[in-house]
T-cell receptor, first 111, second 115 residues
Framework: EAQVTQNPRYLITVTGKKLTVTCSQNMNHEYMSWYRQDPGLGLRQIYYSMNVEVTDKGDVPEGYKVSRKEKRNFPLILESPSPNQTSLYFC??????????FGQGTRLTVV | AQTVTQSQPEMSVQEAETVTLSCTYDTSESNYYLFWYKQPPSRQMILVIRQEAYKQQNATENRFSVNFQKAAKSFSLKISDSQLGDTAMYFCAFLYQGGSEKLVFGKGTKLTVNP
């Protein structure tokens, strides 16, 4: 079954404590991306990757890092989370004109 | 830069009736894709329907259809015979193929289907 798996689904953390949200896909897609969803703003792209070792900034990259050491994984790293990064995060693959596959979402709360 | 506008933050419809969600977009490109995604309370993002800009024929998927007006840059979603399970947030999205493959989303329309 084609899947994009994000972990964790829910996370509450404190300001400044580094965290990583993992994303893994089993569809051999080259393209992967991260979005954040905020009420009234829709989904906005944070970072994307066209292939292994190739990453680039999206619309709202400040405060985030990513890496793409292997094709299937694309973790999102918050080195020093702040309350304004409280959001719902989605990992997605594909997006090449065909269906974009989304993970289940990660609800992050930074206190 | 491409933008997507959904002018209806919230809508409601009675079960079995028809409802139309509006979406307009702004782009100078000619080759692109448009999508409608559904997000139920489970938060999962589900593709409802897809339209290629080069196709003049409007896409249809069962009870869901679009009215694609390329010149007017309009892409509305019509839901026929609304069902309670259609209650969700609906997002219109634009994809320009040739750049970063980035989906640009509207802010969403919250649809409630009433029994």
């Amino acid at each position: 079954e084609a899947q994009v798996t994000q972990n964790p689904r829910y996370l509450i953390t404190v300001t400044g404590k580094k965290l990583t949200v993992t994303c893994s896909q089993n569809m051999n897609h080259e393209y992967m991306s991260w979005y954040r969803q905020d009420p009234g703003l829709g989904l906005r792209q944070i970072y994307y990757s066209m292939n292994v070792e190739v990453t680039d900034k999206g619309d709202v990259p400040e405060g985030y890092k990513v890496s793409r050491k292997e094709k299937r994984n694309f973790p999102l790293i918050l080195e020093s989370p702040s309350p304004n990064q409280t959001s719902l995060y989605f990992c997605a693959t594909g997006g090449t004109g065909n269906e974009a596959f989304f993970g289940q979402g990660t609800r992050l709360t930074v206190v | 830069a491409q933008t997507v506008t959904q002018s209806q933050p919230e809508m409601s419809v009675q079960e079995a009736e028809t409802v139309t969600l509006s979406c307009t977009y702004d782009t100078s490109e000619s080759n692109y894709y448009l999508f409608w995604y559904k997000q139920p309370p489970s938060r999962q993002m589900i593709l409802v329907i897809r339209q290629e800009a080069y196709k003049q024929q409007n896409a249809t998927e069962n009870r869901f259809s679009v009215n694609f007006q390329k010149a007017a840059k309009s892409f509305s979603l019509k839901i026929s015979d609304s069902q309670l399970g259609d209650t969700a947030m609906y997002f219109c999205a634009f994809l320009y193929q040739g750049g970063s493959e980035k989906l640009v989303f509207g802010k969403g329309t919250k649809l409630t289907v009433n029994p």
